[in-house]
């Protein structure tokens, strides 16, 4: 009798002590099995399909609505900005889906627009992306070459986010081409391209516009972008001469008409209305006179270094 109490103790503790160990472990086991789950589930940024060739495949005729539904889902990627900040990168896969959206349905411009706009924006606002803001753009241009709207878009990316003026102004200009496009359309070119230091060009622009449009007002900005181009160029020009006057005189001329006196070449001294330009013998100082007539404009100082080598040549 004794021995089998004593089995059944022995079985007793040892029961009790299983049990014990287990509600030790099952925390540690709980905690382990939470890890594994948390590791297996689908990351914040995880994009099951990544190939706009494989998507547009499944979608068995249903492309525009499917790009549809990308297309919300790229307008929730982008605008969940709480999710955003959990993810590695914020907008990883932002261009992927605005790919897939445009190779589905190629003529939603709205998804070209928009997304370049989303794909362009810095960090934090935006992906902080330009370079694929002009891809997305110029696959839209591909498709819809007539639309003025895709390459004033690309223009105000180069313009804005990678400060390439001349770019814009050139893209700009491509678009005043079209058919389609508003009036306006050449002066903002010419804005960019004057801005970048592609002067003749913008010049050129400038004096087509004054020629060829029937609105006053146009005609009157691009009559005041041309004459401030004259009087940047005539001050800088006099402004290099005087430098050179001094460098080997010592001083200043008592005059401009001085400064050019013997001088085969004839310079301006004097702005287009006809008012001469300020100028202290002093300081070498000269300027555009408080009496003349003339609105200037200002003119980009990429200009006056292309102007200094065009002297020196």
């Known amino acids: 009798m004794k021995s089998d109490r004593g089995g059944q103790s022995g079985k007793t503790w040892l029961i009790a002590g299983v049990c014990l160990v287990c509600a030790i472990l099952i925390k540690p086991v709980q905690d382990r099995c939470e890890s594994r789950r948390s590791q297996s589930e689908p990351g914040p940024d995880l994009l099951y399909f990544s190939s706009p060739g494989a998507v547009k495949s499944m979608a068995l005729g249903y492309d525009n609505l499917l790009a549809d539904v990308y297309w919300m889902r790229a307008i929730q990627y982008y605008g969940r900005r709480e999710e955003a900040s959990k993810r590695p990168v914020r907008y990883k896969n932002l261009s992927t889906l605005l790919d897939i959206t445009t190779t589905l349905d190629p ?66 200009l491509e678009a005043s081409k079209l058919s389609s496009a508003p009036y306006w359309m050449a002066g903002l070119a010419a804005m960019s391209m004057s801005k970048g230091g592609a002067i003749e060009v913008a010049m050129a622009l400038w004096q087509r516009q004054y020629r060829e449009s029937d609105r006053a007002d146009i005609r009157e900005n691009a009559r005041n972008h041309m004459m401030s181009f004259q009087v940047a160029k005539d001050l800088w020009t006099l402004e290099f001469l005087l430098d050179r006057y001094r460098a080997a005189s010592g ?60 002297i020196n040549d």
């Open 251 to 310: 001083s200043f001329p008592p005059s401009l008409q001085e400064l050019l006196r013997g001088r085969k070449r004839k310079y301006a001294t004097a702005d287009p209305s006809g008012i001469p330009y300020d100028y202290n013998p002093q300081t070498g100082a000269i300027r555009l006179s408080p009496q003349s007539k003339i609105r200037y404009l200002k003119v980009p100082e990429a200009y006056k270094e292309h102007l200094r080598l065009t």
């Open 107 to 172: 003529y939603l411009l709205d998804a070209y627009r928009a997304g370049s706009n989303f794909l362009a924006e810095p960090d934090p606002v935006g992906a902080g992306q330009p370079q694929e803001a002009l891809k997305l753009l110029d696959k839209g241009i591909r498709v819809n070459p007539q639309d003025w709207r895709l390459y004033y878009d690309k223009g105000f990316i180069y313009y804005l986010f990678l400060q390439d003026y001349r770019a814009a102004g050139e893209t700009w």
